[in-house]
């Protein structure tokens, strides 16, 4: 039962809202928590930052196809927020299967006097109301109410990996491995297909699509990346069916680092484009790069996460490490991006000063106000007092998900079930 309810806390997606003042989290065991910023006060002008849990739901449960004789997980894929338009706020999550718009709003009234019913509910006889009365709104403790707005279901016949948010607000995309739907948030019963890339004959299936977003301002253009290491940008307005992509993005492969283990490290496990829309940022196994969407043929920046692990490739594949999904953020102004690694260890780069860092979540660094080290991997020959041997990193401990706030150095990093909230020192 331990092992069972660690498994279901395990955090698989993080997500700031566009002003960062909320953050979810989702988790293996289909729920969905939300943490909300503390205002700031008169007296304790460093508190501000904090994060307290706001909200606690049940997105997604466990179910069974039992056409297909397949269990579907509850665990949440993807949380992605809509731009707030009033006092409520809205959210799409969603697992492998199905996608669902939730509306999250704060209560702290309720109506009292209703002339059909007693206060406990129940209905009067008309018979016995003589008298009307005006229903009057009392004080109540604050209630913060999550409920189902829309449930987008049966589209896709494989696993969704990436769920994205339109610029015009009005429509959503949803990627499997085979196909990329669009949505619009009013209609719930069909989507349009806009990629398919599946073969006539499954037997010649060669790439699947990894990721896919929305670019932040051109409600026509989006890109999707595949796990043969290539990204494709299209456009809606050349055809509805985008077939035929409008950029790709490829680089050749170095031949002097050919191995069995290429294509496998080459696949890209997360693609985002800058806040400015001018670049993308991929991540594969090993690597971040950063393309100019003017140029095609290569990166303009390539950043190796822990290129210390090519020489253990091979155990990485006998206990499936190989196959892990790293994610990638920009910060707010798209001069920093951070991305995980194992040891619960994640990486920054400035892309200005080109200096990197390594830095560890864990819980003897996870005292408040505790400043992080930074962290360094020896390969081989001695260690210095404060390097951790490439031999000692624990693989079971990733970091796969990570966000950043949308205009303030503040990062949020899940470490298995553990969520870890950094910020710059304040002075």
Not at 272 to 282: E, L, Q, W
Not at 406 to 420: G, W
Request: hydrophobic letters at 35%.
């Amino acid at each position: 039962m331990e092992l069972e309810k660690t498994r279901a806390d395990i955090i698989s997606t993080v997500e700031f809202n566009h002003t960062g003042e909320l953050l979810a989290t989702g988790d293996k065991g289909g729920r969905v928590v939300i943490f909300q910023r503390e205002q700031e006060s008169k007296n304790q002008v460093h508190r501000r930052g904090e994060y307290n849990v706001y909200s606690t739901f049940q997105s997604h449960e466990p179910e069974f196809d039992y056409l297909k004789s397949l269990e579907i997980e509850e665990k949440i894929n993807k949380i992605r927020w809509l731009p707030q338009q009033n006092a409520a706020y809205f959210l799409l999550s969603t697992n492998d299967k199905t996608v669902k718009l939730w509306k999250v709003s704060e209560r702290d009234k309720r109506p009292e006097g209703y002339n059909l019913k007693d206060e406990e509910g129940r209905l009067r006889d008309p018979t016995t109301i003589t008298t009307l009365r005006v229903p009057v709104l009392r004080p109540m403790d604050l209630m913060v109410e999550a409920t189902p707005r829309r449930v987008f279901a049966n589209a896709h016949t494989y696993h969704i990996n990436s769920i994205s948010v339109n610029s015009d607000y009005e429509t959503y995309m949803s990627a499997d491995d085979l196909r990329i739907n669009l949505w619009n948030f009013e209609i719930t019963n069909q989507s349009f297909n806009i990629v398919d890339i599946k073969p006539a004959n499954m037997e010649e299936l060669t790439e699947v699509i990894t990721a896919a977003e929305f670019h932040p301002h051109h409600c026509n253009s989006f890109v999707y990346s595949s796990s043969k290491g290539t990204i494709r940008l299209c456009d809606m307005r050349a055809s509805a069916l985008c077939d035929r992509h409008s950029k790709f993005f490829e680089e050749p492969e170095d031949p002097s680092n050919r191995s069995f283990f290429s294509e496998i490290i080459s696949s890209i496990s997360d693609v985002k484009f800058s806040h400015s829309g001018r670049y993308i940022m991929t991540r594969d196994y090993l690597t971040v790069k950063v393309w100019d969407l003017n140029m095609e043929n290569r990166p303009i920046e390539t950043y190796q996460v822990h290129d210390y692990l090519r020489s253990k490739l091979c155990s990485l594949y006998e206990n499936d490490c190989i196959f892990d999904k790293f994610e990638c953020v920009w910060n707010g102004s798209d001069s920093v991006i951070m991305t995980g690694s194992y040891n619960n260890f994640f990486r920054m780069f400035d892309r200005n000063t080109k200096r990197d860092v390594t830095l560890e979540a864990s819980r003897e660094n996870s005292k408040p106000r505790a400043i992080l080290k930074p962290r360094k991997v020896c390969v081989g020959g001695k260690r210095r007092k404060d390097e951790i041997s490439v031999d000692s990193l624990d693989f079971s401990k990733k970091i796969l998900h990570t966000a950043w706030h949308p205009s303030e150095n503040i990062i949020a990093v899940a470490a298995t079930n553990n969520l870890y909230i950094f910020q710059d020192k304040v002075n």
